[in-house]
């Protein structure tokens, strides 16, 4: 299957289960905030829990059908403060990333357009000065 489909096939299954959340629950699929409330909110916490480990499940069941299993190169502690940056990022930016550009921007959330302006161009910005630090 061609690259661009796959791509098309993962937004497709991302918008879907987005609005299934939304229309079944009412409520909106921001994966920090799921993950926060299910750890410190024991009220409505079973949802929240089912929906992580839907996430965790199924990413391992395409991952083993589709043989992409890629384990991680990087150091333990690395990862350990790179979670830990990102979870401290999205209680700074009142979400993350899968909370402001898939659901905040589908209710037209000025506070989402303006994070997801705002970290992409740190991104943007970020592989610019790596690149230029290795001489690319």
């Keep these: ?9 993962g937004g497709l299954l991302i918008g879907a ?6 229309a ?8 920090s905030g799921i993950a926060a409330n299910a750890m410190f909110s024991p009220r409505e916490s079973g949802w929240r829990f089912a929906f992580l480990l839907g996430l ?4 391992a069941l395409f991952a083993f059908a589709f043989n992409r299993i890629s384990p991680s190169i990087a150091p333990k502690g690395l990862l350990i403060v790179a979670g830990l940056l ?3 990022g999205t209680v700074i930016g009142s979400g993350c990333t899968s909370g402001h550009g898939v659901c905040g921007l ?4 000025m506070r989402s357009l303006i994070s997801v302006v705002s970290f992409m161009a740190v991104g943007a910005v970020t592989v610019a000065v790596l690149r ?5």
């Design 1 to 9: 299957m061609h690259p661009y489909l796959w791509s098309l096939l």
């Design 17 to 22: 289960a987005t609005w299934i959340l939304v």
């Design 24 to 31: 079944g629950l009412g409520r909106v699929a921001g994966i």
């Design 56 to 59: 965790i499940v199924g990413g």
């Design 86 to 88: 990102v979870g401290f």
């Design 106 to 109: 589908a209710r037209l959330s």
């Design 132 to 136: 230029w630090m290795q001489g690319a």
